[in-house]
Each structure stands twice: as C-alpha cells, then as structure tokens.
C-alpha cells in the first residue's frame, strides 16, 4: 500500500484517538490514562509482531535499540502532556496544537536528517500554523 493511504489512516485513527482519549481521561488522573493506554499499545503491538512472525530482535542493531528507545521517551513524553492537555482543553483546543508536530518534524527533517527544504512543504507549515493560530482565537 502506498505511503499516502498509510498516512492518511494516521490521519484518521490519529483523529479518533483524540476523541476516544478525551472520553477515556474523564474523571481519572492523566498518568492513568495514560498506563493503561501503554498497556494497550504493548498487547496490540506484541500480538501483531508475534501474528506477522515479526518478533525477531535479533536483527536489532545497537543503534536500532538506542533511536527506537529515544523514540519511545518521546512519544511517552508526548502523551503524558496530551493527556494532561485533554483533562483541561476540549478536543477543539488540543487537537490543533498537538498538530504543530508536523511543522517541528519538518524543520528537525531539514536540520537533522538533511532533507531536501521543499517551498511546497514550508508553505503547508505556515498554513498549519495560521490554522492553528486561527482555531485558537
């Protein structure tokens, strides 16, 4: 399947999560939320590894191990604060801010992994910004 289709259901389920987490904070604490939400992800993500015989670490290089580990600090950090964000803003508030991640994705692709600075894509990063500025006042 083609890169766009598999984004563009990021996309969509990205969307869903924002209003199933949202429900799921409701009246319990955000670190919580968030555990069980983890718990979740690991059964999801060991039963699909384990389905698709894709549960070989050893392929695993010692940088694998270390960027897939700063990842996943990351993106625990990244949902701590969305849950924190979710129990005092409505969906309308952090959905929009939370998307900025594209614009901070794009310039760390630039700096970081030396991508090729497309006006295009700056363009589309300047209008995520002014929507979001937008959806805030």
Do not use: H
């Not at 940088?63 to 005092?88: D, H, K, M, P």
Request: hydrophobic residues 60%.
């Amino acid at each position: 399947m083609d890169y766009r289709i598999w984004a563009l259901l990021s996309a969509l389920f990205a969307g869903i999560t924002a209003i199933l987490a949202k429900k799921g904070v409701d009246g319990v604490p955000p670190n919580t939320a968030l555990f069980v939400r983890v718990a979740f992800v690991l059964i999801f993500s060991v039963s699909l590894a384990v389905a698709a015989k894709e549960a070989d670490l050893s392929n695993l290089t010692r940088e694998n191990w270390i960027f897939l580990g700063l990842s996943a600090v990351a993106t625990w950090l990244s949902w701590l604060c969305y849950f924190r964000a979710l129990q005092s803003g409505t969906v309308s508030q952090v959905a929009p801010i939370d998307k900025l991640s594209f614009v901070i994705a794009m310039i760390l692709g630039i700096v970081i992994l030396k991508e090729k600075f497309e006006p295009k894509v700056a363009l589309g990063a300047v209008l995520i910004v002014a929507g979001v500025l937008i959806t805030l006042k």
